[in-house]
């Protein structure tokens, strides 16, 4: 069974940067697409930022240009780089498939931006 292990966040001032990681368990990771989604209180899951098996990227308008997805295969790792934080960034993030075939939810990392 595939486990996702997300780490990285924690408070930031607006305009800051955060690199979040997440581990995939399993021999599976570089033949599938990975993203980011993030959970505000009261709000839905979102995806936020994609990559492909082959490195293709891909963005929410919310984060386009500030937000960077990429991954190491040979550390079977998604990493999200964060910067010009905002304090509507403020969310619990998580990795997984882009769907929507998805794997089981880790347990995601805060990340709170303040004002």
């Known amino acids: 069974q595939v486990q996702l292990v997300e780490s990285g966040g924690g408070l930031v001032q607006a305009g800051g940067s955060l690199r979040l990681s997440c581990a995939v368990s399993?021999?599976?990771?570089?033949?599938?697409?990975m993203g980011w989604y993030r959970q505000a209180p009261g709000k839905q899951r979102e995806l936020v930022a994609s990559?492909?098996?082959?490195?293709?990227?891909n963005y929410a308008d919310s984060v386009k240009g500030r937000f960077t997805i990429s991954r190491d295969n040979a550390k079977n790792t998604v990493y999200l780089q964060m910067n010009s934080l905002k304090p509507e960034d403020t969310a619990v993030y998580y990795c997984?498939?882009?769907?929507?075939?998805?794997?089981?939810w880790g347990q995601g990392t805060q990340v709170t931006v303040s004002s």
């Open positions: 997984n498939r882009p769907g929507p075939l998805i794997f089981t």
């Open positions: 990559v492909t098996s082959g490195g293709s990227t």
């Open positions: 399993g021999s599976i990771f570089s033949a599938n697409a």
